[in-house]
C-alpha cells in the first residue's frame, strides 16, 4: 500500500475515533439511577459588552462640552494626564442641542496623532449618534450634536477606539 494511501487511513480511523469517543460511543449504559443534569441554556450573547455605567466624579450637565487628548487617551479635566478607558465623563442636559470642543493638543514628550469624536448609542458602537471629523494634532473642531435623550452614551476616537473612549452622560 502506499504511503500517502496510508497515512490517509491512519488520519481517518483517527478521526473517527475522536469522534465516536466525542460522542460517547461503546454502547453501554452509564444510568446510575440519577437524573441526568439539566443543561443551562442562555440567550445571552457571550460577547456582548458589558452596559454602559456613569463613571464616578461625572461633572455637571452642560451643553458646551470640553475635550482634549493626552497623546492616545482622553485627558482629565484640567487637561493634563491621562485616565483609564470609560473613566472620561461628559455630561449634557436631555432634549438640547450640545457642542463638544475638542482640542487636539501637541504636547511635549508625547507622541502626536490625529483623533475625531464620535458619539454611539451603545458599548458595541453599533448606533452611530454622530460622527465628528478627524482633526490633526495642534488642531481644534466643535462639533455640534443633536439633543440626546436621557440615558448613557459611549464617546470615543474612531481611530484610537480601546484607549479614547468615555461616557457621555445626558440627563
Known sequence: MPVQERARRIVT????????????????????????????????????????????????????????????????????????????????????????????????GVISLAHNVAIYADPSSTELIMKGKVIDPGKSKTYEVDALGGGLYLFKCDLHPNTMKGVLVVE
Not at 24 to 45: H, K, L, V
Open 13 to 108: 480511523l483517527v478521526v473517527l475515533g475522536l469522534l465516536v469517543g466525542a460522542c460517547g460511543g461503546g454502547g453501554g449504559s452509564s444510568d446510575n439511577g440519577s437524573a441526568p443534569a439539566a443543561q443551562e441554556s442562555s440567550t445571552e450573547d457571550p460577547f456582548a459588552l458589558p452596559p454602559l455605567e456613569e463613571p464616578k466624579d461625572c461633572p455637571k450637565p452642560a451643553t458646551d462640552l470640553e475635550l482634549t487628548n493626552y497623546g492616545a487617551s482622553w485627558a482629565n479635566e484640567k487637561g493634563n494626564r491621562p485616565v483609564d478607558q470609560l473613566e472620561r465623563c461628559l455630561a449634557a442636559p436631555s432634549g438640547k442641542p450640545l457642542t463638544i470642543a475638542f482640542e487636539n493638543g501637541k504636547m511635549e
